[in-house]
């Protein structure tokens, strides 16, 4: 089975900082990887995914991960962050010979940016 | 506009209750699935469906219970069984269940234990 370790539960940063919000994962086969964003008591939204391809993948609102294979990373990236980024973050890895029941979570890192 | 909705936004159950949270959507997806979000956690699957008439188990049903009557309609039931029940449930869906699918979440139901 798959996992998935987010390295940090919170972040602070300041504004107009740049900001890496790290993700590891396990598995012994190919992977799809993904990036959530969930904003105080809302659901979540996806930012970006990676399925093939560019290892760069770009996202919504600025954030851009890099698929790093011998490392088995997706690290996202902003390289200025506005307070209204403020929100917890999700990594998140499903088998991609497998279906979406098995998409499994990391349990969260919070960014906080700071004026 | 499309999307997914989820009703109530709080609820709130009495010990030996059975509650029922509602999750429709209207984007015309097969595949439907239910969530538990605790504090500090990631999201643990409860309940998924891939077609209307059949649900599976996800790693933590016991003491849940579903039903997809209808495509758009994927309600869950937290029966008394669930000794723990506080937490935020998250209802998704997707366009089928292959694992490189984007999941579309609703604003979730945040439940509360009087």
């Known amino acids: 089975a798959q996992s998935v370790t987010q390295l940090d539960s919170q972040v602070p940063v300041f504004e107009e900082a740049p900001v890496e919000l790290r993700c590891n994962y396990s598995s012994s086969v190919s992977v799809y990887l993904f990036w959530y964003v969930q904003y105080p008591n809302q659901g979540l939204q996806l930012l970006l995914k990676?399925?093939?391809?560019?290892?760069l993948v770009k996202g919504i609102n600025g954030f851009e991960a890099e698929f790093n294979k011998s490392q088995t990373s997706f690290h996202l990236r902003k390289p200025s962050v506005h307070i209204s980024d403020t929100a917890e973050y999700f990594c998140?890895?499903?088998?991609?010979?497998?279906?979406?029941?098995?998409?499994?979570f990391g349990s969260g890192t919070q960014l906080t940016v700071l004026p | 506009d499309g999307g997914i909705t989820q009703s109530p936004k709080y609820l709130f159950r009495k010990e030996g209750q059975n509650v029922t949270l509602s999750c429709e959507q209207n984007l015309n997806h097969d595949a439907m699935y239910w969530y538990r979000q605790d504090p500090g956690q990631g999201l643990r699957l409860i309940y998924y469906?891939?077609?209307?008439?059949?649900?599976q188990k996800g790693d933590i049903a016991e003491g849940y219970s579903v039903s997809r009557e209808k495509k758009e309609s994927f309600p869950l039931t937290v029966t008394s069984a669930q000794k723990n029940p506080t937490a935020f449930y998250l209802c998704a869906s997707s366009i089928d269940s292959g694992s490189s699918e984007t999941q579309y979440f609703g604003p979730g139901t945040r439940l509360l234990v009087l």
């Open positions: 990676y399925l093939s391809g560019s290892t």
């Open positions: 998140a890895v499903s088998v991609s010979s497998g279906s979406a029941r098995q998409l499994t």
């Open positions: 469906s891939q077609i209307v008439n059949d649900f």
